[in-house]
């Protein structure tokens, strides 16, 4: 349940007490049978445990609540906090269906520097309608094509007929507050965040806008922590020199330094706007894109020999021996197809830049894979369909489904490495290289 804080000590002693003695909450339980809905056993006890759930999650939380402030006492000696009933039935809709509940109520009598106090829930706020977990199942059916009218009908498969909370001005009054996140977040400073490695890729969703696709510019960071984040989402002309351009400068504008180093395919638009706006960070290409681009230029008959020889190069422990292999491809391909092998050397020393740096950061430079892998579920989810977005409006869906996915990212290996990255530690093969005293001073 969206809300639920984890509990104290003494909350837990709450809860095992619960149900001996302690006022419940009361959970008004509907019959759907009646209104012809259907549930299965499954739905039925998820439901059933999600309203036990909340009921005795409500019940802990008033508890700790009194019990701080019990000795918050009156002239007369009597109690300044105390429960005072329920509030009004509510419905709130969660992932197991649509619960009417009536949370307790707390009398806080208490003033502090002139203001009377009160009790608010942080597990049921006032107003709240619907989880957390409901609000990012929304973006998903809206990039799917449905119509606000349409969004009731498809939720009830997923949360049952009596769904509520959820009418299409309610819909609409949602997605226009996505658009104004998505619009501060696009603008937010950047001057006390730095970015170690990022990562940078074209994205294309299958989101129809005036019959065409959307091509999203995607810029991954991380931070100087190991946790990555979305640095930006912008819409993109075909990955264009002119589109990048525009991208990075506005980061730099917002306060972005430099990124170490710069991790993306093949692609001109990018890697030039790269060394126009921040010439000082280090290229490295993907190894995935290169293994596929080379292949294309051979017979399929030689593919998979030529891929474990390029598998040796990016696999080797050390820089000499991955020249070694990058030769031994050279000369093995460059006479019969001399394509292949100019469109590997031409990227040479961005193929191997990686070598400079951490060993355990190697798996996370060689690829864009930290790209391809955080929006490949939000890529599933964007289907065509019979829908037309405009441009921003599908910005700002994928921009929450993004943030929904962000949540479950793992952090870099080697996170403690990231600080000697950024002061400018040298590493030679993956191993950083320890200075002796003497050329420390000498330095």
């Not at 999203?216 to 946790?227: E, F, N, Q, S, Y």
Request: with cysteine; aromatic share 8%; glycine share 6%.
């Amino acid at each position: 349940m969206a809300y639920l804080p984890e509990l104290e000590p003494t909350n837990r002693t709450a809860l095992a007490g619960a149900g001996k003695g302690t006022p419940m909450l009361r959970v008004v339980e509907e019959r759907e049978e009646a209104k012809g809905e259907v549930r299965s056993a499954p739905d039925e006890v998820a439901l059933e445990g999600a309203q036990r759930m909340v009921a005795e999650a409500l019940e802990v939380e008033v508890e700790a609540y009194l019990e701080r402030h019990r000795k918050a006492r009156d002239d007369d000696g009597r109690a300044l906090v105390v429960r005072n009933g329920h509030a009004r039935e509510r419905r709130v809709t969660v992932g197991s269906g649509t619960l009417a509940v009536r949370a307790p109520r707390v009398n806080d009598q208490r003033v502090v520097d002139g203001e009377r106090q009160r009790f608010t829930s942080e597990i049921l706020p006032p107003y709240l309608r619907r989880s957390k977990a409901v609000s990012e199942v929304l973006p998903v059916l809206y990039l799917r094509g449905l119509s606000t009218g349409d969004f009731r009908e498809g939720l009830a498969a997923l949360l049952g007929e009596s769904a509520s909370g959820l009418s299409p001005s309610a819909i609409t009054r949602l997605t226009n507050s996505w658009q104004e996140e998505y619009r501060a977040w696009r603008t937010r400073p950047l001057a006390e965040r730095d970015y170690v490695y990022v990562w940078a890729d074209g994205v294309h969703f299958n989101v129809r806008l005036e019959d065409e696709r959307l091509a999203a510019l995607v810029v991954i960071g991380a931070r100087p922590d190991g946790t990555k984040e979305v640095v930006a989402l912008e819409d993109g002309y075909r990955e264009s020199t002119e589109s990048w351009l525009s991208l990075l400068r506005d980061l730099k504008a917002r306060g972005m330094r430099a990124p170490v180093v710069a991790v993306g395919d093949g692609a001109l638009g990018f890697w030039n706007a790269v060394r126009e706006v921040f010439p000082e960070t280090r290229e490295q290409r993907c190894w995935v894109h290169k293994t596929a681009n080379v292949l294309n230029k051979l017979p399929k008959s030689q593919q998979s020999k030529a891929k474990r020889a390029l598998q040796e190069i990016w696999m080797a422990e050390t820089k000499k021996d991955a020249l070694a292999a990058f030769d031994a491809f050279v000369e093995t391909w460059g006479v019969k197809y001399d394509k292949a092998v100019a469109c590997l050397i031409k990227d040479r020393d961005a193929l191997l830049a990686f070598y400079d740096f951490p060993g355990e950061h190697w798996k996370h430079l060689r690829t864009t894979n930290v790209i391809e892998s955080s929006f490949a579920t939000v890529r599933h989810r964007t289907v065509r369909s019979k829908g037309c977005l405009s441009n921003k409006t599908a910005l700002a869906m994928i921009f929450k489904l993004a943030e929904a996915a962000e949540k479950s990212w793992r952090r870099l290996d080697g996170a403690n490495q990231l600080p000697k990255v950024i002061l400018g530690v040298k590493f030679t093969d993956g191993i950083e290289v320890v200075r002796s005293q003497a050329q420390a001073v000498a330095a």
